[in-house]
């Protein structure tokens, strides 16, 4: 630390103490000792430059190393100079634009130009986002090890770089996990970040030949985290009025701190998702064209899903929030962020035509579903309509989904059973029902309503999970584990003002011990208060129970007495204005 080489906190970094930065010169050591034996970086020099197909394709590893170097070193001048945010995305356009012209393409389009943009947007979006996810400890080199794992397994040729730089990874997170003694800076993050966009481009260039969409959509799944994440930042804080540019405290590891989880859970956590990626990456290329949605479908779901519920949660205090609502956003944005009626209907397009598909899948084995292929897709829009005309119909628009409740799955099954009779009969009138099965409506049936009530239950979901994570204040027990108990429970963890944590319940009857009560346990009786209060740190205990017994208040007046417990009583009124 003598020579200042060190990341220092401040406001908008998430790391609270002095810690020596340029790891990454140490992952860059790791990669180049091998690559100069391997790049024939020696005949370089020889080589003549006047025929560039042969001289790329003889030193395309050298090109590889050079590229990499350049923006290491682009990396390393920001560790120490700080460049501005259009300075270092030219140095980015810089290397992307040198690697693409040693002739290494996405080959997703047929047009060269196009194909080359897209090449060079690939790396500098990709070199950013691992730039980005450098968030919190461990959390860039985790990620960038899981992914590497899985592109090792994946790519033919071209691995020795990938290969060195998980064992780099895998050295380096020793020291970077939290509570990390050491941290990669930009140097190491872009580093980390063209290696894998490179080995995206290597695997879409082998692959692209045979299968186009596996080509496409392999490279984007491994590497969906760091994309989504990027994703949500950049677009929360251009919606915000803020610049995109600027570094803050609102990415996604920093989102699942504020629901509550601590720094080693929200990295393991998205150690889970990268983790998710790969796996379904993997099976992606052991599947044929006609299996692949099965697969991918539910990811991207997922992925979409998660995204929107991460980029709800608060990050900024109610004073900032003022100063955002004082910017002048676009009343569509407006309408976009707060009717989540639009969301549900795109929602539901993709979940009704994934459940008719799947119950394809289901139905008929691969040599046949190939030869029904076709009927499923001159039926799609007919099914998609009527079912849409059945959702409509039956108000499934107008429920909130934040409390799911028994009614709402009733409506769920009637609109999903009405769907599924509409279809059948406008596929009747339309298709004489020719070539059609029955039971790949009936499969169609359960598994829209099933898909419909795990869409709408994740958003309820969520709701609980973001807000039992939140609670802070005051830890208590519920005396009365009923029905006024589960109420006060949920005005707590919705009403944050409040300032309780609730523990859990006790009561009298023996049969509710060790049961819950709205994922609270149920820990004893009035008997058991004294220890609990010991065990569990409880500051005071809320009574439930609309009518107590003279004799147990008493009781429990003389137990909160001894143990310095608060003792308040929870009920509802009503009163004329």
Known sequence: MTHDFVAKPSEDRWHKRITPLYGGVAIYLSLVSPLLFTSGFIGLPQASLHFFNHFFAKYSDTFFWLCMTWFFFLGLWDDFNNLTPHSKLIGQIIGAAAFAFAGFRLNWFSSLTIDTIVTMIWIVGIVNAFN?????????????????????????????????????????????FN????????CGSMLIGFTLAAAGINYSAASSSHDILNSIMVPVIILSFPIMDTFIVTSVRILSGRKASVGGKDHTSHRLVSMGFSERESVLILYGVSLSAGVTAFFLTKNDSFSAPAIVVPFILAILLTGIYVSQIRIYDKKEFSVLREKKIPRILTNLAYRWQSFFVILDFFLISFSYYLAYRLRFDNHKFVLFFRVFLSSLPVVIICKFASFVYLDIYKTLWRQIGFSDLIDCFKASLAGSILSVTCVT??????????????????????LLIMGRGSFSLFTYISSKKQLKGSKIMIYGAGKCGELLIREIMANQDLQFNPVGFIDNDPDKKKKKVFGFKVFGNLDDLQQLAEIHNIAGVIVSIRYIDAEELDKLYNLCRHNNLFLKKFGLTLSDF
């Open 179 to 186: 509570p990390a003694s050491i941290f990669m800076g930009d």
């Open 429 to 450: 009138y339309l298709f004489r029902f020719e070539s059609f099965s029955k039971g790949v409506f009936i499969i169609d049936f359960f598994l829209t309503f099933g």
């Open 132 to 176: 980005l996810i450098d968030n919190m400890d461990g959390l860039c080199a985790g990620t960038g090890l899981i992914t590497t794992l899985f592109f090792i397994q994946l790519l033919h040729h071209g691995t020795i770089s990938v290969l060195c730089l998980s064992g780099a990874l895998a050295g380096f997170l020793v020291y970077n």
